[in-house]
């Protein structure tokens, strides 16, 4: 009786088998290797890590392929995992401007010092199915210029702030751990970067593009997207100096919108800022896009839309939350069902014992 | 006797704007002080100020509670201050959809600040509030429909009686008739003026009409820009008004 | 797991001490949501989160723990929790409502009384009584804080308007020794009373919204109302059709093609005891 939803541990058993069974796929294809799926998904890899606060490419990678491509999953099961892992302390800020870039753009200058470096982008390709990809074979390598690592790029923001047109960064805030502390609001920026960086990039592009059409528009222009590897420094207690723990791939981008001015600053430019684990630029953008969009408040905008509205814009952004709620609806309800059933089953009694009531006076009259 | 609220040296600032600037007064028992000036002179932000939804720069407003006594409005704990607002205070709002809860009904709405200060008898709210449809001229049966299916001049009138029912002392209005038929903005007038005189009711109005402010004012306070450049018995002001821009506001208008 | 990779019931040791300093707080202020650092757990947000780590932050080996959903032992995702503590606590499990020291729940109160000594741990999807009537967290927060609850009130005056009645079937609103508005969770309004005064702990957990909040044993739960139109609880002409029990809450079940009825005890320990043991059906 009622085995479907009763299903009881053999029920559960059996269809775990079948999900590794469905994962694996046909037997006679190959598996795919974690390097694989690393060097040749490496955006999706990239995704994972920086939707799943954790910077490991192998874990990443193994997430993707055990949660079948499905990029949320295997944020969930990164998160589930960096969740257990033991806290040492923060890592000093990243220096980005000591990145070795390979990709940096500004769309506000039409050239800038270091230049224009493109880089790997889909930006210039025709989105032409290219069937030649459909066969197995070698391609030919790149031709690349000889590595300058001594080559360091000023970036765009830090030559407009010293002109007095852009405003300085915000000074250095500690901010609490969002992983460890639950969110409170009002939010300060850092948490409110930190929540956005962990967000949804479907969220995010959503709210930035809403931005753009009028919900909350604040002229944004691309002061400077870049991409490349960055040092992480980390303080041990022991040691009390600060010593290189890692190189990581890093997208940041510097949105620079434009500001009115206040009473007591005179007109300059504003920032939003986004960065994100390995190469992700639409992430960046639209997290720099909202980033500005939720400073409203701060700078005495008027705060009318969606994507500036911050308790609206943290409460939604996280995917893990967001997927788990929405699919909690498959769990079984049936004694609220219940006692919904005997709500509206009264009140339709009621109403019908009220009609008939009215039919018998209509017939007395 | 002392004044029921009082404000000194009030200012408020908007970025590099000055929305209004070192405006003193006192507020009698029982009198009605109306603050005219065209849209953007800062009579809505002072409103604001007094009623303590919106923080001055500088100056303070008092007020003479029946609760705690005589107390600094901008000083006061949020719960107080609160309180006040929905026990002592009424808020009339121009746009009534600001003042209404637009998803419940009309019942539900007069009912609320009864059930805050702890009404937990049905049969008694819904009494209470269906006299409060009659005092505003709306008809009983109405009770039960919400606010959305009402006309702009109910909803105006369902908002007052909303904000009468906990008999309140002092009644803050922005533009109440504003944006409504002339027809229907005669007839909220009526009431309005039976009510604050029946209820003895203190009152500041802020509104742009210079009729509405003759027709239910008893003092006057003309700003421009922020200041206050005239103020003096209604009558008064509008008769014989000596501000160059107070004579201009009265010569655009037709005689009441 | 006992293979060494995580932890004695999963989370760590610093996370389950802040998890207890929050469920202490929560007991000091019965019915104040107090916030806490929830973690990410291997189970998804929704489906049990917040009670998995009040339940792994108090539990220990000399524990015995009952899991129920929807009032039974073997619906699919009371399984899965229980057999996640099983192997990651090494816990005694139980049906039995006596027997538990520990008992996760969701959707239901057992129909056994609870005693002394005992933990009902709640699962809560959405801990503020007052979201669906005012979204901001800041503005609920303030009106908890003032105790202005003049909102919920309304909404109750409106369902009896619209509907001669309070229609609020589930999740039904409570009022915790006189202080706070407090969500019992999506029980039934039928489990409300049990929830007055009863001799367990009861510990709530929120774990998307990050939220825990307590009753201690013996704790007034009054269910919100008006006083010409009390609080009641659901009833059935029905009896159980396995047990023939009239007082407990019965899950209705379409059992063949022309949509036949079948009324039987959602909470599956209760039926079958009183159908193995005649004294306990008295």
Not at chain 1, 273 to 295: I, N, P, Q, T
Request: proline share 6%; glycine share 8%.
């Amino acid at each position: 009786m009622y085995v479907a939803v009763k299903g009881g541990e053999t029920a559960i058993a059996h269809s775990l088998d079948l999900l590794a069974d469905k994962r694996r796929g046909d037997r006679d294809v190959a598996e795919l290797s974690l390097e694989q799926i690393d060097q040749q998904l490496g955006l999706a890899v990239d995704r994972v890590m920086t939707e799943g606060s954790c910077y490991d490419r192998s874990l990443a990678a193994l997430a993707i392929k055990q949660a079948r491509g499905d990029l949320i999953e295997a944020i969930f099961l990164l998160r589930a995992y960096r969740t257990t892992l033991p806290r040492f302390g923060d890592s000093l800020p990243l220096d980005t401007s000591a990145m070795v870039a390979e990709r940096r753009i500004s769309s506000t200058f039409k050239d800038v010092p270091g230049g224009q470096v493109l880089g790997p982008t889909y930006d210039y390709t025709h989105r032409l199915l290219d069937f030649s990809l459909a066969t197995e074979g070698d391609r030919p390598a790149a031709p690349t210029a000889p590595a300058d690592t001594n080559r360091t790029l000023p970036r765009v923001g830090d030559i407009l702030e010293r002109e007095g047109m852009l405003e300085p960064p915000p000074l250095d805030e500690a901010s609490e751990d969002l992983t460890r502390q639950p969110l409170t609001l009002p939010a300060s920026r850092p948490v409110r970067l930190q929540n956005l960086a962990r967000g949804d990039e479907g969220f995010l592009l959503a709210l930035g593009y809403s931005t753009q059409r009028g919900y909350g528009n604040n002229h944004p222009f691309v002061g400077e997207i870049r991409y490349g590897q960055v040092p992480v420094s980390f303080v041990p207690e022991e040691l009390g100096f600060a010593i290189e723990i890692a190189e990581i791939d890093v997208t940041e981008c510097d949105m620079v919108n434009q500001f009115a001015g206040s009473h007591d600053v005179p007109p300059q430019f504003t920032r939003g800022y986004g960065l994100a684990f390995g190469h992700s630029e639409r992430k960046a953008m639209a997290m720099a896009l909202v980033d500005r969009a939720l400073r409203a408040e701060e700078l005495s905008e008027s705060a009318t839309s969606p994507a500036q509205d911050e308790e609206f814009v943290l409460a939604h952004s996280d995917n893990v939350e967001a997927s788990g709620f929405v699919q909690h609806l498959k769990l079984p309800h049936y004694v609220d069902f219940q006692s919904e059933l005997v709500v509206v089953r009264a009140l339709r009694a009621e109403v019908e014992a009220r009609r008939q009531q009215a039919a018998l006076d209509q017939a007395a009259e | 006797m002392k004044p029921l609220l009082s404000a000194k040296g009030l200012t408020r600032r908007f970025g590099a704007r000055v929305a209004c600037r070192d405006v003193d007064f006192d507020l009698w028992p029982g009198e009605v002080l109306g603050i005219v000036g065209e849209s953007g002179s800062g009579k809505t932000t002072l409103l604001n100020c007094l009623a303590g939804r919106l923080t001055p720069e500088l100056g303070s407003v008092t007020y003479d509670s029946a609760a705690y006594g005589t107390v600094d409005v901008h000083d006061l704990s949020e719960a107080r201050r609160r309180l006040l607002s929905r026990t002592e205070w009424g808020f009339v709002n121009q746009d009534a959809r600001e003042g209404l809860r637009m998803g419940v009904s009309a019942g539900a709405n007069i009912g609320e600040r009864l059930m805050a200060v702890g009404a937990r008898h049905y049969g008694d709210i819904r009494r209470t509030a269906s006299d409060w449809l009659d005092r505003v001229e709306i008809e009983r049966d109405r009770l039960d429909d919400r606010p959305t299916a009402y006309s702009g001049g109910m909803r105006q009138r369902l908002q007052i009686a909303r904000n009468l029912v906990s008999e309140p002392r002092l009644v803050f209005m922005d533009e109440p008739t504003g944006g409504l038929d002339v027809s229907v903005q005669a007839r909220i007038l009526d009431l309005l003026r039976s009510l604050v005189d029946s209820l003895h009711l203190s009152a500041v109005l802020v509104t742009h009409d210079l009729g509405v402010a003759r027709l239910l004012t008893h003092r006057l306070m003309v700003m421009q820009g922020g200041a206050v450049v005239e103020d003096g018995l209604t009558d008064q002001v509008l008769d014989d008004p000596q501000h160059a821009y107070t004579q201009m506001l009265v010569a655009s208008i037709l005689p009441v | 797991m006992t293979d060494g990779t995580y932890n004695y019931a999963y989370l760590d040791e610093q996370t389950k001490r802040m998890i207890r300093r929050a469920i202490l707080k929560a007991v000091a202020v019965p019915g104040y949501q107090v916030p806490f650092g929830g973690r990410e757990m291997p189970l998804p947000y929704g489906w049990g989160t917040g009670g998995i780590q009040v339940t792994a932050a108090i539990i220990g080996r000399d524990d015995t723990l009952k899991v129920i959903d929807q009032g039974a032992d073997d619906t699919t995702n009371a399984v899965s929790i229980r057999r996640f503590f099983a192997k990651v606590a090494e816990v005694a499990t139980t049906t039995r409502t006596e027997e538990a020291t520990v008992i996760q729940t969701r959707h239901r109160v057992p129909e056994t009384p609870l005693s002394e000594g005992q933990i009902l741990v709640f699962q809560v999807p959405i801990p503020e009584p007052l979201r669906m009537l005012e979204p901001r967290e800041t503005e609920t927060r303030t009106l908890h804080a003032l105790s202005e609850y003049g909102v919920m009130q309304v909404s109750l005056y409106e369902s009896i308007a619209r509907h001669g009645r309070i229609s609020k079937g589930y999740n039904y609103p409570v009022m915790v020794n006189g202080r706070y508005i407090m969500s019992p969770s999506p029980i039934p309004k039928f489990d409300n009373p049990k929830l007055d005064r009863s001799p367990a702990l009861q510990l709530y957990g929120a774990g998307r919204e990050k939220r825990i909040y307590a009753v201690p044993p013996y704790t007034p739960v009054k269910s919100l109302d008006f006083d010409d139109h009390p609080f009641e609880i659901e009833t059935w002409e029905q009896c159980c059709e396995l047990c023939g029990s009239k007082e407990s809450f019965l899950d209705e079940m379409i059992v063949d093609d022309d949509g036949k009825r079948l009324f039987v005890c959602s909470d599956t320990d209760y039926c079958e005891r009183r159908r193995t043991l005649p004294e306990a059906a008295e």
